[in-house]
């Protein structure tokens, strides 16, 4: 995450902070160097898995449950762009169904001391 934060400060800030002013006030559409903009930044983005993680840990700690799962399901998307929505929902779904019949019971994860985070291979 520290490298991450280096490149964005050289990455054109003011520029970004200038989009960022305009979005505020009502006063821009999504035009070319607009866009261009986005582009770069989501692409630097992307290639961090680690931001990802990390933020979603910061969020889950501050009590920001959804919030934290949201950034798990960006940084997954980012990672393997060919899973879809529906791929990882019916996992999670089968996983609650095998604890199901097996009658265990479901526990939040905050009972449990799970971190909540996927591994690092996914």
């Not at 940084?75 to 609650?96: H, K, N, Q």
Request: hydrophobic share 40%.
């Amino acid at each position: 995450p520290t490298s991450i934060i280096h490149t964005f400060k050289q990455h054109n800030q003011a520029t970004l902070t200038w989009h960022k002013d305009q979005w505020n006030t009502g006063s821009i559409t999504v035009d070319a160097e607009c866009q261009r903009q986005v582009r770069i930044l989501a692409s630097l983005l992307t290639r961090y898995q680690e931001f990802w993680s990390a933020w979603s840990a910061s969020t889950s700690a501050d009590g920001r449950t959804d919030a934290s799962l949201a950034l798990r399901l960006l940084r997954i998307s980012f990672a393997r762009p060919g899973v879809s929505f529906s791929e990882i929902f019916a996992r999670g779904l089968e996983s609650l169904e095998q604890d199901m019949a097996g009658n265990s019971a479901i526990v939040p994860e905050e009972e449990t001391g799970n971190s909540g985070m996927w591994p690092a291979t996914m």
